[in-house]
C-alpha cells in the first residue's frame, strides 16, 4: 500500500534501445536522477515504473515522456542533457525540451547541422533575430559567442546585412598587446583566436579567409572601432565584462542603420586594472529599462562544455556569495 502523499506512475516504452537511450550506458543517467529525487526508478518489462511522493512522481513522469520523444526523434541525450531536462521537470517545465531540437539554425561547413542545446541558448537566438541590440551575459561555455557568430553568418549569407564586425576590448588576463611580439597582424590574432575559431566551424577556414581578404568579415580590437558609424553590418563585441564604461558607450553609439549588436562578457571574469569599473556592468545597469534591447541572462545550466565546467562554476559562486 503506498501512503497518502506516495504515488506511482507507468511510461511506457518501445523497446530495449528506448530504456538504454534514457537510462544510459550501465545505468549512469538512472542514478543520476534517482540520486538528484529521492524517488525509486525501475524497468520493468516495457515500461517505467516510477514510485515516489506524488509531486516527484509527476515530475519524473514528464521528464521520462519528453526524453522519449526526443529520442524517438533521433535524439540521443547526453548527461547535460539529463540533468538539464531534470532542472526544467522540476517545475513541469520540461516539455519545453521538445521545441529545442526541432529547428536547425545553420550547419558547419562541413554540413554538421547547429542547433540550440538549451532554453537559454533558444532565447539568446530568438532575441537575437528580434532585437537591433542584444546583450548576453553569463558564464563561460554557453555558446554567447560561437552562437552570436553563427547567427552573423546566417545574416550575411542570406544578405540582410553586407558585413560582420567582430571585436574585443584590449585587456585581457593581465596582457597588453603593445608587449606581443609581431606587426599589429601578429599581435591581434592570436588574441582574437576564438572567433576566428567560431568562424573557421561555421564557414571553414578557406570561405573564412576569402571573407576576410574581401572585406566582408572584419576583425579588430575595440579601439578601432572609434569614430566610426557601422550601417548594414552584424557587430560583434566579445569580452565585453573588460570594456570601460566609456568605451562601451563609444561602441553602442557606432551603431548604424541596417545593422545588429550583440555584446557578450561574463561580469565574474573581469580583467580591467583595479579601481575601472565594468562598461558592461554599467550598460546592464543604465540600459536595463530600454525595451528595444534585449539582455539576456544565462545560468550554469546553459553551459554546454564538459559537465565538470558546470560543477567548477557553481563551486566559484558559492565561494563568492560566501565572502561577500
Known sequence: MLQNDQKSAKVHL????????VFG????FLRLVMEQS????????????????AKEVDSLEQLYTVLLQLVRGGYAPTERDIMYALDLARNMQAEELLDL?????????RGKKIMVKTIGQRHYVKTIKKRDIVFGIGPAGTGKTYLAVVLAVVALKEGAVKRIVL???AVEAGENLGFLPGDLQEKVDPYL???????????GPEQTAKALERGLIEIAPLAYMRGRTLDDSF?????????????MKMFLTRLGFGSKMVITGDVTQIDLPRGKSSGLVEAQRILKDIEEIGMIF???QDVVRHSLVQKIIVAYNHDAESKS
Open 235 to 247: 557587430i560583434i563585441l566579445d569580452e565585453a565584462q573588460n570594456t570601460t564604461p566609456e568605451q
Open 38 to 53: 529521492g524517488a525509486s526508478i525501475s524497468s520493468r518489462e516495457a515500461e517505467i515504473v516510477i514510485t515516489g511522493q
Open 167 to 169: 571585436t574585443r576590448p
Open 298 to 300: 544565462f545560468a550554469e
Open 25 to 28: 550506458p550501465q545505468d549512469k
Open 193 to 203: 583566436r576564438p572567433l576566428y575559431d567560431a568562424l573557421h566551424d561555421v564557414l
Open 101 to 109: 531540437f526541432k529547428k536547425e539554425i545553420a550547419s558547419t561547413f
Open 14 to 21: 518501445g523497446n530495449a534501445a528506448e530504456g538504454l537511450a
